[in-house]
């Protein structure tokens, strides 16, 4: 999770903010809310049972703040369930963090 907040860090920029406003069409766009309150839960279930949302001061176990993480990973989550509905440049933005730690061909993978 470190890894991912790092290259998120080097990312933002207003053309992370663009594609975020993307991101938020894609949703409307897409209308999967029901989907995407399933996925929200499991994302808070596995912050709040992990290590580094629990031992020592906030952020000492990943270099920043827990509440950072979980954006990261929910921004990327929402991103690839609306794939379909958002330009590629904003997908491939959003799923940045993620890309070195999870390449895209192994999630496509049957």
């Known amino acids: 999770m470190g890894t991912a907040i790092h290259r998120w860090h080097g990312l ?17 766009d897409s209308d999967r809310y029901t989907e995407r309150e399933i996925w929200l839960e499991e994302m808070a279930g596995i912050f709040r049972r992990k290590p580094w949302f629990k031992r020592g001061e906030p952020g000492t176990a990943i270099g ?47």
């Open 12 to 28: 933002v920029s207003s053309g992370w903010f663009e594609a975020e406003a993307a991101l938020a069409r894609a949703m409307e």
């Open 64 to 110: 920043a703040s827990d509440a950072s993480g979980q954006y990261v990973a929910t921004a990327t989550m929402i991103a690839l369930l609306v794939r379909d509905h958002l330009a590629a440049p904003y997908f491939q933005m959003l799923y940045e963090p993620f890309a070195e730690l999870i390449p895209l061909d192994e999630l496509q993978r049957e």
